[in-house]
């Protein structure tokens, strides 16, 4: 397989490594929404943003275990969403051990040790501030 950054120019390569460390910061907190979702439509939508999204930054196999787990919570098959969702679970380990990000979800606990990310909120602050200085 070849490398995400491979044919591009060193300084756009750079910058994607970042962005792909910044990706990879969000997957516990990604994961956090997916294993509490409140219902099957927050579930199904968490599922369609990791599986769209994972393969932009070279996390393929990340973004069919996020497309299978969406496809069973569909069908409303139980048994096949808790595999596909401990599948989905191995995967965003392996992503973040893939890319020397150390481990983001402590291994004793699905989703309680979330660490924080910085987003954007609608107003346009990047850390919940809602543009506050």
């Known amino acids: 397989m070849a490398s995400p950054t491979e044919g591009l120019p060193a300084e756009i390569g750079v910058q994607f490594v970042a962005l792909r460390q910044r990706y990879v910061a969000g997957l516990p907190l990604r994961w956090a929404e997916i294993h509490s979702a409140p219902d099957n439509e927050t579930l199904l939508a968490a599922l369609h943003r990791l599986s769209g999204s994972a393969a932009s930054f070279g996390f393929e196999p990340l973004?069919?275990?996020?497309?299978?787990?969406?496809?069973?919570?569909?069908?409303?098959?139980?048994?096949?969403?808790?595999?596909?969702?401990?599948?989905?679970?191995?995967?965003?380990?392996?992503?973040?051990?893939?890319?020397?990000?150390?481990?983001?979800?402590?291994?004793?606990?699905?989703?309680?040790?979330?660490?924080?990310?910085?987003?954007?909120?609608?107003?346009?602050?990047?850390?919940?501030?809602?543009g506050k200085n």
């Open 63 to 130: 973004g069919r275990c996020a497309r299978e787990a969406e496809t069973r919570a569909r069908q409303g098959a139980r048994a096949g969403l808790d595999g596909a969702l401990a599948e989905l679970e191995a995967e965003i380990r392996r992503a973040a051990t893939s890319s020397h990000c150390g481990h983001i979800l402590d291994a004793s606990s699905r989703c309680n040790t979330v660490q924080p990310m910085r987003t954007r909120t609608k107003e346009g602050s990047d850390d919940g501030t809602q």
